[in-house]
Every structure is written in structure tokens, then in C-alpha cells.
């Protein structure tokens, strides 16, 4: 979490600087199992995730404090800051615990979601102290609304990112959409991720106005 002219700016919220490794970094290798895939040419473990689907590699502005530094581009989202406070669970804002008695605290945009109905979500959970923050900050709670959930379950589901494909001209990317594409997916081989994406199970909708603020 830092401040910016007196605005607070989530970790996640990428800024200006950072940039997006050239598609020149990207090639065409062989897995374990013989079958092509989508690799760097200079990978490491880091690169890859808990179920070995490869990550859009983002330079990051990095103070000395050891959070992120410069002007805040706001409708976008660091994929490294945003995979790390999902797969952990730490808040979106300040990378802090967000962890509670009752569970973890979500903030969709929209409607509050029906009875079995199945929500899936690449925003990340909050904290109780910057619940509040983090409603005003987001650009499509802002615009659409929010909805509070607090959360007892939510496994990964899989991830956001650009499908690739190997033509004779060398790798080339896809037209794709924000549909997450779940883990177990033969398409993952040939997939860029850029977010982490969870499905929250057992959630309760509650009013924001309604939490103990934290101590």
C-alpha cells in the first residue's frame, strides 16, 4: 500500500513504468511428456505456478520499502503482485492477513449473487481495514456497485490470460477474452496467465457497515 497526491493505491494497481516483457522472450518447448508448450526461452521456477501454467512476466517499480513506487495506472493490474496476494490470500491493498474468525473478506462488482449460484473472482480479498478503501478504489466496484462476501471456501479455479498458438512464422498470440480458463485445461499449455482466478464456495453476504473495524 502506498499513497499517491494523497490517494491510497493498492499493491496490486500496476504502475506507470512497469512494463510487459517483449512476446520475443516467448518460444515454442517440449514438457516432460513430449508434447509442445509454452515456455521462455530463459525460464526459471518462478515463471510457472503451483499447476505449472506459464505467467506473463511484468517489471515491477519497487522502493525501498519493498512495496510498489510510481504513478498508479488504475484500470490495471501488476499479474506478479496480483498471482502472489491471490494464491496467499493477502489483501489486495496492503499485501497484509486478511484471514477473520468468520473467513475471508470478498468484493464483487454487480448484484448479490443467488442462491447457488457459482462466483468466480480474479479480485483478490481484502482486509478489514481496507475493506472500506478498497470499495471506493476499485474502477468497477466504483461503477457497478459492490457486494460484500465473506468467504469460508474458495479453492482455485484457474486462470485469466492470451491464448498462443506456433505458426511457421514463430509463436503468435490470440484474440481472448476475461473467460478464466480452468485449471486441468489442455489449452493451458498454450496459455499466457496474467491473473489467478478463485471460486468462493460458502460465502455469506454482508454489509461492510456492519464489521468491527480491526484492531
Same mark, same amino acid.
Given at each position: 500500500?502506498?499513497?499517491?497526491?494523497?490517494?491510497?493505491?493498492?499493491?496490486?494497481?500496476?504502475? +506507470?513504468? +512497469? +512494463?510487459? *516483457?517483449?512476446?520475443?522472450?516467448?518460444?515454442?518447448?517440449?514438457? =516432460?511428456?513430449?508434447?509442445?508448450?509454452?515456455?521462455?526461452?530463459?525460464?526459471?521456477?518462478? *515463471?510457472?505456478?503451483?499447476?505449472? $501454467?506459464?505467467?506473463?512476466? $511484468?517489471?515491477?517499480?519497487?522502493?525501498?520499502?519493498?512495496?510498489?513506487?510510481?504513478?498508479?495506472?488504475?484500470?490495471?493490474?501488476?499479474?506478479?503482485?496480483?498471482? /502472489?496476494?491471490?494464491?496467499?490470500?493477502? @489483501?489486495?491493498?496492503?499485501?497484509?492477513?486478511?484471514?477473520?474468525?468468520?473467513?475471508?473478506?470478498?468484493?464483487?462488482?454487480?448484484?448479490?449473487?443467488?442462491?447457488?449460484?457459482?462466483?468466480? !473472482? =480474479?479480485?483478490?480479498?481484502? @482486509?478489514?481495514? /481496507? =475493506?472500506?478503501?478498497?470499495?471506493?478504489?476499485?474502477?468497477?466496484?466504483?461503477? +457497478?456497485? /459492490?457486494?460484500?462476501?465473506?468467504?469460508?471456501? =474458495?479453492?482455485?479455479?484457474?486462470?485469466?490470460? $492470451?491464448?498462443?498458438?506456433?505458426?511457421?512464422?514463430?509463436?503468435?498470440?490470440?484474440?481472448?477474452? *476475461?473467460?478464466?480458463?480452468?485449471?486441468?485445461?489442455?489449452?493451458?499449455?498454450?496459455?499466457?496467465?496474467?491473473?489467478?482466478?478463485? !471460486?468462493?464456495?460458502?460465502?455469506?453476504?454482508?454489509?461492510? *457497515?456492519?464489521?468491527?473495524?480491526?484492531?
Amino acid at each position: 500500500m502506498t499513497a499517491t497526491a494523497s490517494r491510497l493505491v493498492p499493491y496490486i494497481t500496476a504502475r +506507470e513504468g +512497469e +512494463e510487459a *516483457d517483449s512476446f520475443l522472450a516467448l518460444r515454442a518447448s517440449f514438457g =516432460a511428456d513430449g508434447r509442445s508448450r509454452l515456455s521462455y526461452w530463459d525460464e526459471s521456477r518462478d *515463471d510457472r505456478d503451483v499447476r505449472d $501454467t506459464l505467467w506473463a512476466r $511484468t517489471s515491477q517499480s519497487i522502493g525501498r520499502d519493498g512495496m510498489p513506487e510510481g504513478p498508479p495506472q488504475w484500470r490495471l493490474v501488476h499479474p506478479a503482485r496480483q498471482r /502472489h496476494t491471490m494464491m496467499n490470500l493477502l @489483501c489486495q491493498v496492503c499485501v497484509g492477513p486478511t484471514k477473520t474468525p468468520d473467513g475471508y473478506l470478498f468484493l464483487e462488482s454487480g448484484t448479490v449473487p443467488g442462491p447457488g449460484a457459482t462466483v468466480r !473472482t =480474479a479480485q483478490p480479498p481484502v @482486509c478489514l481495514k /481496507h =475493506a472500506r478503501a478498497a470499495s471506493k478504489l476499485c474502477p468497477n466496484l466504483v461503477r +457497478e456497485g /459492490h457486494v460484500a462476501l465473506m468467504v469460508q471456501s =474458495a479453492p482455485l479455479f484457474g486462470v485469466i490470460g $492470451t491464448p498462443y498458438q506456433w505458426s511457421s512464422s514463430g509463436v503468435q498470440a490470440l484474440a481472448g477474452d *476475461d473467460t478464466p480458463l480452468p485449471y486441468g485445461s489442455p489449452n493451458l499449455r498454450w496459455f499466457l496467465a496474467s491473473q489467478l482466478v478463485r !471460486t468462493l464456495r460458502a460465502f455469506t453476504v454482508i454489509d461492510l *457497515d456492519d464489521l468491527a473495524p480491526a484492531a
